[in-house]
């Protein structure tokens, strides 16, 4: 690799013209609006009622709203229903489209091509078929639950995801959302908990509103997830290892200018950057998936797009989905999306932060509300978001805990791993005076919203400022949880989410009962929890030094680093409340623990191997051909004896990455290991190499540089 290849990429990525792409278009070759044809590879509801008989539609119809099971004729008028509509747009093949414990999706392609008795070919599905497949397991990640010659697992249709059709030019294929088990039951995915915590929380939540007072047919927890990712030319990714292999520049000196003007916050977006994101929303639109916003972000070259909320599970197929299209199509636009949380040192990592809510019969259960009833369950249910912060902070922490994260965590608008509640100013004066039995505090000035019960306050919406260095932040009728990674599959975070809240609805129900029920009964439970979970309140600033001393005073936790963070997985009080609830099985629990610790590891592994492999043939070779160079008299000697020194430090830091690998993988705890030996070694030797690439001069660079791949496409 040399400069010469790196001022190829800078050229060929400065002609690139924007992308122009076909539109979906009416026989009149005029747009279409997005309207008539959102939503039309999916196979909706709306799709069913017209392809499917009434009574055959209404079973269905019950299964995905209320939870029914299926029974095999209507699955296999389902299925009839699905490949007429799959042909008819194109689909060669079928695949049960899953959520492994590797963070990304599978998929197995089966034809629909078979044959009759005769050997005549003919194209069939069958109600078997779409509801179950089995594909191989045994390669899959399963923490230690299955052994390679125990393979078999299936997938099993999720009928409360829609089915799917991915296009692709040369033969479509359709996609059946699926939970994946072992032959013995057990998860081996992330959706299998998932509907387990939905599961969980829709009872736990319907206990909580009968005590209250009130009836609900189903409450179910809503979901939108926020995903940043950032862009970068495919001819500087092509040139970059570290991007192309582990996600992240490991190497690479800081820019003149990064996002010190934070001029790009919500700037003008760049023509084809906006073509980019105008292809993934017409994508997205196609399958069903509701994008609403798109924006520049903070740091160079990064940027946003927003859906609009739906079910937890389904909102989290459509991230996997996300984040599968804007991979495709930014290939179409000659960039590639980086969507690790923290690609480039020095700015802003990305998250995808996690907007979460309750709704009992499509109300939400978080909305202030007008009337007494609403208003007293309002707080009943964010006492119990308060309540499971508070007792399970360290196992939230944990669910978004991986190597990726740990850059992005405490820094750049990014939240730090104390796990805490932000609630603004009016909701926080209201807890402290519930939790201190002091007098409540009232605003005429506000929207007040009354509660009805002498002794509650009123209550505004929306009249707080925002946090950004909260982990968990109220923000008028949700939580915010931004401490997930950008990368990460919301899966298991939610799974968490929805699993502690279940045991705070839980918790704050029993009490209500043991106290004889009734309003003064509600209001006394509500008080207990706000005062319980007192500690994990925190409206200030989360990147401070003296937050730390006060959180640790406290007694909140602060797991700075994954393996320290993952442990948590395996406390007593975790297993207990995913058993309690039904989640996960002990054996599953220590599965996740196990997968995750291990991909820790390897992630840091790879990180070694490849600044490895960059100072060794790229780094080096440039440093020394810049010393030959050199002619060693007057300024250029002093440029030679910095130049020496630096490599000198390089090379010692290399030798040390090579110390602490080893004491790595002679250690019993090799991700802990990992934190005390490799990681600040990885360290030494990008400050090595950052400083020799100051010294070398630009000609002889053979990596794009920040300035190229953050501000030059």
């Not at 690479?252 to 950057?273: M, N, T």
């Not at 994260?405 to 402290?432: T, Y």
């Not at 989640?583 to 070694?608: G, H």
Request: hydrophobic residues 40%; aromatic residues 8%.
């Amino acid at each position: 690799m040399t400069a010469h290849a790196r001022y190829e990429a800078l050229r060929t990525a400065n002609e690139r013209g924007v992308r122009t792409f076909p539109r979906p278009t009416a026989a009149d070759g005029s747009a279409l609006p997005v309207t008539d044809y959102f939503g039309r590879n999916t196979f909706s509801l709306s799709m069913m009622s017209h392809k499917l008989p009434k009574p055959i539609f209404k079973k269905v119809r019950s299964a995905i709203l209320e939870g029914t099971k299926l029974g095999r004729p209507e699955a296999d008028a389902v299925a009839q229903a699905v490949k007429e509509w799959a042909l008819a747009n194109g689909c060669t093949h079928y695949t049960h489209w899953f959520q492994p414990m590797t963070g990304l999706t599978a998929e197995k392609h089966d034809a629909f091509l078979t044959f009759d008795g005769d050997g005549n070919p003919l194209e069939a599905f069958s109600g078997e078929a779409l509801i179950q497949s089995e594909p191989d397991a045994s390669s899959f990640p399963s923490g230690g639950m299955r052994s390679t010659f125990e393979a078999r697992g299936y997938t099993a249709w999720d009928p409360s995801s829609p089915i799917f059709i991915m296009e692709n030019p040369n033969g479509n294929t359709l996609c059946i959302p699926s939970a994946f088990i072992s032959y013995t039951g057990e998860a081996l995915d992330q959706k299998t908990p998932l509907l387990r915590s939905m599961q969980a929380i829709d009872a736990a939540a319907k206990s909580l509103l009968r005590a209250l007072g009130n009836e609900a047919d189903r409450v179910i927890p809503t979901l939108g997830c926020e995903q940043e990712y950032f862009l970068v030319d495919r001819a500087y990714w092509a040139l970059r290892p570290d991007l192309a292999i582990g996600g992240r520049t490991v190497i690479g000196a800081a820019p003149p200018k990064g996002q010190s003007l934070e001029d790009h916050y919500f700037g003008s977006i760049p023509a084809r950057v906006q073509a980019f994101m105008q292809e993934v929303e017409v994508e997205l639109y196609k399958v069903g998936m509701p994008a609403k916003t798109r924006h520049n972000e903070v740091a160079p070259a990064q940027y946003e797009i927003a859906p609009i909320f739906a079910e937890v599970n389904v909102a989290v197929d459509h991230n996997q989905l996300t984040m599968e299209i804007l991979r495709r199509v930014a290939l179409r636009h000659e960039f590639r999306v980086l969507l690790h949380e923290k690609p480039f040192a020095g700015v802003n990592g990305s998250g995808k932060h996690n907007n979460w809510s309750l709704s009992a019969d499509g109300e939400n259960l978080l909305e202030p509300g007008h009337d007494p009833s609403s208003n007293l369950r309002f707080l009943a249910v964010m006492a119990a978001v308060l309540l499971a912060v508070h007792r399970h902070g360290g196992l939230l922490r944990a669910s978004v805990a991986s190597y990726g994260n740990d850059f992005r965590l405490g820094a750049n608008e990014a939240p730090p791993a104390i796990m805490s509640v932000f609630l603004g100013d009016l909701l926080g004066k209201i807890c402290d005076a519930l939790a201190n039995d002091s007098d409540l505090p009232a605003s005429p000035t506000q929207a007040m919203l009354e509660l009805g019960v002498s002794s509650i306050p009123q209550v505004a919406k929306d009249n707080t400022d925002r946090n950004r260095t909260s982990p968990v932040a109220f923000t008028g009728n949700k939580f915010e949880f931004r401490a997930v990674g950008s990368a990460q599959n919301p899966a298991w975070p939610m799974t968490v989410m929805n699993t502690i809240v279940a045991d705070g609805l839980t918790t704050i129900t029993g009490w209500i009962q043991e106290a004889g029920g009734g309003a003064d009964a509600a209001f006394a439970a509500i008080k207990r929890a706000i005062k319980a979970s007192s500690p994990a309140r925190f409206d200030g600033n989360g990147y401070g030094d003296e937050w730390v001393v006060t959180a640790s005073a406290r007694g909140l936790k602060n797991h700075a680093k994954t393996p320290a963070a993952l442990d948590e997985i395996m406390a007593s009080s975790s297993i207990e409340v995913f058993n309690k609830f039904g989640v996960l099985s002990p054996a599953e629990v220590e599965s996740r623990y196990n997968v995750l610790t291990e991909q820790y590891v390897k992630a840091a592994d790879i990180e070694s191997d490849l600044i490895r492999q960059l100072v060794d043939g790229s780094i080096l070779p440039a440093a020394f051909d810049e010393l030959k160079a050199l002619s060693g008299v007057g300024a250029a000697a002093k440029r030679t004896a910095a130049l020496t020194t630096a490599v000198e430090t390089l090379e010692t830091a290399r030798a040390g990455l090579d110390t602490a690998w080893e004491a790595v993988h002679h250690s019993d705890n090799h991700a802990h290991a990992t934190v005390t030996h490799v990681t600040p070694a990885l360290d030494a030797v990008r400050d090595a190499v950052d400083t020799i690439e100051g010294l070398v001069r630009d000609s002889l660079w053979p990596l794009p540089k920040y300035r190229e791949m953050l501000f030059l496409f």
